[in-house]
């Protein structure tokens, strides 16, 4: 990757937003900010805003793409025109289908998809605003929708980058720090079964290099995955009491 920064960290080991090397950016989650779908999820992470929507398990058409032991997962993952600097075309890019196909391969084994044979879920990420790291959010955020709808899973499943910048190792990258870096690799973890369901890298990294940033990021999805359940648990308790108020 090309340098065209000075310098992203400062001679005291801080980035250009103020963080150490091993801290995540500030994270926000609610669940089930939408009243007109079966699971919803926000999460503000840094400057990334995403909202993602869950619809399903649900009859599916086309009849012929059922799938006769399971249900079909099926994702979108669209950024807003209004949520990079330069104005993006709404239209599908190469780089949303792909990103829509990793974060569906990402959360697939987290769902007892065959629990619903013949069915689909469908997942809609929205973003919003864009910073860096949104594959991460988005993973992290639709996870929670799907818990949001009721859907049972082996696990919540959290994301986050690690990788390096100025020759250092960092925790969530922003995304000066992903397009000046030295690289960049997106992780997602369901963290009680250790279990590592996506995994890429951008750049270059020793293969010393590769473990500690793979820890690193094992790390920071641990963090978010508690950040996962206290949102959880937040939209559960101001259910029960309103369920009590009544
Ligand atoms: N980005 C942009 N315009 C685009 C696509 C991406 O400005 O059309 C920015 C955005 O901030 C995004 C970042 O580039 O978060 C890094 O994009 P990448 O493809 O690496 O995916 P991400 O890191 O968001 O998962």
């Known amino acids: 990757m090309r340098k065209t920064h000075e310098k992203l960290i400062n001679e005291n080991?801080?980035?250009?937003?103020?963080?150490?090397?091993?801290?995540?950016?500030?994270?926000?989650?609610?669940?089930g900010t939408l009243s007109n779908a079966d699971g919803s999820a926000y999460i503000e992470q840094g400057k990334n805003k995403i909202l993602a929507a869950v619809y399903g398990p649900k009859e599916l058409h086309p009849k012929?793409?059922?799938?006769?032991?399971r249900a079909l997962l099926i994702c979108r993952y669209h950024m807003a025109p209004f949520s990079v600097q330069e104005r993006k075309s709404p239209a599908p890019s190469r780089r949303e289908i792909e990103i829509s196909k990793v974060i569906r391969e990402a959360l697939e084994p987290s769902v007892f998809v065959e629990?619903?044979?013949?069915?689909?879920?469908?997942?809609?990420?929205?973003?919003?605003?864009?910073d860096g790291?949104?594959?991460?959010?988005?993973?992290?955020?639709?996870?929670?929708?799907?818990?949001?709808?009721?859907?049972?899973?082996?696990?919540?499943?959290?994301?986050?980058?690690?990788?390096?910048?100025?020759?250092?190792?960092?925790?969530?990258?922003?995304?000066?720090?992903d397009k000046e870096g030295e690289a960049d690799l997106p992780l997602a973890l369901m963290p009680n079964l250790n279990a590592i369901t996506l995994i890429q890298m951008d750049g270059d990294l020793s293969i010393n290099e590769f473990e500690q940033t793979?820890?690193?990021?094992k790390e920071g999805c641990k963090q978010i995955h508690a950040l996962q359940k206290d949102a959880l648990k937040a939209k559960y308790a101001a259910v029960k009491e309103v369920v009590e108020e009544k």
């Open 13 to 31: 080991s801080t980035r250009l937003d103020g963080r150490k090397s091993n801290q995540l950016r500030p994270i926000k989650i609610e669940v």
């Open 64 to 69: 012929h793409r059922a799938l006769p032991d």
């Open 115 to 130: 629990y619903y044979p013949r069915t689909s879920i469908d997942i809609f990420i929205e973003v919003l605003q864009a």
């Open 133 to 177: 790291g949104t594959r991460c959010s988005g993973i992290t955020v639709a996870s929670l929708a799907l818990a949001d709808a009721g859907i049972p899973m082996h696990d919540l499943v959290s994301a986050c980058a690690a990788g390096k910048v100025d020759g250092q190792l960092v925790l969530d990258l922003n995304d000066i720090e």
């Open 214 to 217: 793979l820890n690193l990021a």
